[in-house]
């Protein structure tokens, strides 16, 4: 585990510079919110289309189930693992996170008065996109560190919760628990059902997810697994114990991380692992080289009229936002991985779009 | 957290002088191998006598999992912690993972000729208990890092069990696993009958308890939550990918530590904690300040003829492993906690024990 304070770092990177040249116009689509998909009943899957990837997880889920199969996985074993941001929700044109720092930011600065002239603070509460286009990396762990630290291990929680219920992603003009994938939810279901324990492993915030994994994902807390700050114990004024959130970073869950974090975590290897870009590359290496069955999969992102197009893999427009680099293609090819295309594998992306 | 290089110093520290003087009479009484406690049936707790502590646990289930208890706590939130050594098993005269250690090193000594002449190392290959009371925190962090590291995360496993199986308690000759407490055993299973999901928090090492965890209590590797090393991440030469066991601690799982990872690995704070030292006090802080209904149990070690007896709260002897200082006990009574008497409290310690 790499200890070094580039979690959000990380995050908030380059994001900088797609939100400064970011348009948001919405683009809702036909809204006919939370619709259950149409043709259930005896397919766990619906918002699939045939193919290779529905393929793939009906069969590996059986042939991991099934009490005779040369390829079953005792029910104490079955663990999936899912990259959050780009494989089970948006997250172009930023990430969900990157938004709630800022808009925190705003929200924080009156009782920051010193921010209107202080540098990085001053770009965010100002709007200035330019001076925002400059971050330095040390600017960005300022407002990470500023925005998600300071304040108690419980009283994170409701924070993110607020946001998540007022905030809109800027091109659909939906609230971001509606901007979860239906295919990965009914995935998620679908192993769930068949005994799978579903994981969440992100490179995001630990407890920025957790506040609202339950609702999205229907996963209780202790099975996400994300980036983690560091917290210390103290007393309170009533001499109670509290945990308060420190702006150190104690778990940087992206690439190796999140194969060693899955380890202290879980203490097993997953049998199904997915992911969209380079951070879960080692997630699914690490899966794949466990004994017995495995599943591992890859969402690319190759929807610009539904969701977005980015890659830079099979030409798809370059970004820094969520990249699937060729190689990792290449990899997946070469080791048996499945390549997931939105635009061909799935129906359907959000519960609200026909 | 602090991430100071000392869980196995703590562990493994003055435990060197307990075992420079250590007598190893074996006094096994009377075994009768796990024989499930007689009166069973309707009690749940029946290694339990009637008493102020059995009725403690008994009303605090009932209260917080009866519907119309205005003290109902929800499936979701019914966590139980229970520090190990001491706590839910033996760990006088000293904790069973120094034992391990000491072992590896005689069993590792002949693919390390240069250990024969190598402080610390000779000391233990020779068996000098002289030296070995002389040992500094220096010495036993190089021991506990050349056990414990520079194999696969999946091989150390084995290696504990291997050792679980054959190592004999220097007391009662039992191997470990018949160690544990019955009347905590008993408290567990309670517990899981009625919806709470039982996690160890214990300063020992997350991945020497986790290896024999399942069978020894019933609890699977990802509620084990322990003093941590760091992992790496590589490839192996067939281009695998494999978790290195680095020798740098990650998690010290100790005094605030339980607290502090409680949060991290669960997210939510139990409703139920059991320890036995000081390094257990913040965990039952941290308990008892959350909202609802909460039981707080310390276990004291007053019964010197059918286990051990030290303290030195209430007058008990001294002892550097396994302290319960008085002001731990102090603190207990103030604030309502429950003081466990194995000498009052419990009919029955051990499962072959009558």
Same mark, same amino acid.
């Given at each position: 585990?790499?200890?070094? !304070?580039?979690?959000? !770092?990380?995050?908030?990177?380059?994001?900088?510079?797609?939100? /400064?040249?970011?348009?948001?116009?919405?683009?809702?689509?036909?809204?006919?919110?939370?619709?259950?998909?149409?043709?259930?009943?005896?397919?766990?899957? %619906?918002?699939?289309?045939?193919?290779?990837?529905?393929?793939?997880?009906?069969?590996?889920?059986?042939?991991?189930?099934?009490?005779?199969?040369?390829?079953?996985?005792?029910?104490? +074993?079955?663990?999936? *693992?899912?990259?959050?941001?780009?494989?089970?929700?948006?997250?172009?044109?930023?990430?969900?996170?990157?938004?709630?720092?800022?808009?925190?930011?705003?929200?924080?600065?009156?009782?920051?008065?010193?921010?209107?002239?202080?540098?990085?603070?001053?770009?965010?509460? *100002?709007?200035?996109?330019?001076?925002?286009?400059?971050?330095?990396?040390?600017?960005?762990?300022?407002? /990470?560190?500023?925005?998600?630290?300071?304040?108690?291990?419980?009283?994170?929680?409701?924070?993110?919760?607020?946001?998540?219920?007022?905030?809109?992603?800027?091109?659909?003009?939906?609230?971001?628990?509606?901007?979860?994938?239906? %295919?990965?939810?009914?995935?998620?279901?679908?192993?769930? +059902?068949?005994?799978?324990?579903?994981?969440?492993?992100?490179?995001?915030?630990?407890?920025?997810?957790?506040?609202?994994?339950?609702?999205?994902?229907?996963? %209780? %807390?202790?099975?996400?697994?994300? !980036?983690?700050? +560091? *917290?210390?114990?103290?007393?309170?004024? +009533?001499?109670?114990? &509290?945990?308060?959130?420190?702006?150190?970073?104690?778990?940087?869950?992206?690439?190796?991380?999140?194969?060693?974090?899955?380890?202290?975590?879980?203490?097993?290897?997953?049998?199904?692992?997915?992911?969209? *870009?380079?951070?879960?590359?080692?997630?699914?290496?690490?899966?794949?080289?466990?004994?017995?069955?495995?599943?591992?999969?890859?969402?690319?992102?190759?929807?610009?009229?539904?969701?977005?197009?980015?890659?830079?893999?099979?030409?798809?427009?370059?970004?820094?936002?969520?990249?699937?680099?060729?190689?990792?293609?290449?990899? /997946?090819?070469?080791?048996?991985?499945?390549?997931? !295309?939105?635009?061909?594998?799935?129906?359907? &992306?959000? /519960?609200?779009?026909?």
């Amino acid at each position: 585990m790499k200890t070094s !304070s580039k979690l959000l !770092s990380t995050l908030f990177l380059s994001l900088i510079f797609v939100l /400064a040249g970011c348009s948001s116009s919405p683009n809702p689509g036909t809204s006919t919110a939370n619709q259950p998909a149409a043709t259930a009943a005896a397919d766990p899957l %619906p918002s699939w289309n045939d193919g290779s990837a529905k393929q793939a997880i009906v069969d590996f889920v059986k042939a991991t189930t099934a009490k005779n199969s040369p390829k079953f996985v005792a029910a104490e +074993d079955r663990i999936a *693992t899912f990259d959050q941001d780009g494989t089970t929700w948006v997250e172009q044109p930023i990430y969900s996170q990157v938004l709630f720092a800022f808009d925190r930011v705003a929200e924080m600065a009156p009782q920051h008065p010193e921010w209107k002239t202080k540098m990085p603070f001053k770009a965010i509460v *100002t709007g200035d996109r330019e001076a925002m286009a400059k971050f330095t990396l040390k600017d960005i762990e300022v407002i /990470a560190m500023a925005t998600h630290t300071g304040m108690t291990a419980e009283a994170f929680g409701p924070l993110v919760q607020d946001w998540m219920a007022k905030a809109k992603h800027p091109k659909f003009d939906k609230p971001y628990p509606q901007m979860v994938y239906q %295919p990965m939810l009914e995935v998620m279901k679908y192993l769930r +059902d068949n005994g799978y324990k579903t994981y969440i492993v992100t490179g995001g915030g630990q407890d920025f997810v957790r506040a609202y994994a339950q609702q999205v994902y229907g996963i %209780p %807390p202790e099975q996400i697994i994300g !980036s983690a700050l +560091d *917290t210390q114990y103290e007393y309170n004024k +009533d001499g109670q114990g &509290i945990l308060m959130r420190d702006p150190k970073l104690l778990l940087n869950n992206n690439g190796a991380g999140k194969a060693e974090d899955i380890y202290l975590f879980i203490g097993k290897r997953p049998h199904a692992a997915f992911g969209n *870009t380079d951070g879960a590359r080692q997630m699914l290496e690490y899966t794949q080289a466990g004994s017995g069955a495995s599943l591992e999969m890859l969402v690319l992102h190759d929807d610009a009229t539904r969701e977005f197009a980015y890659g830079p893999a099979q030409g798809l427009p370059d970004t820094k936002v969520g990249t699937f680099p060729q190689s990792l293609y290449d990899e /997946a090819k070469a080791k048996g991985w499945t390549v997931i !295309s939105m635009k061909n594998d799935w129906k359907q &992306i959000f /519960a609200w779009q026909k």
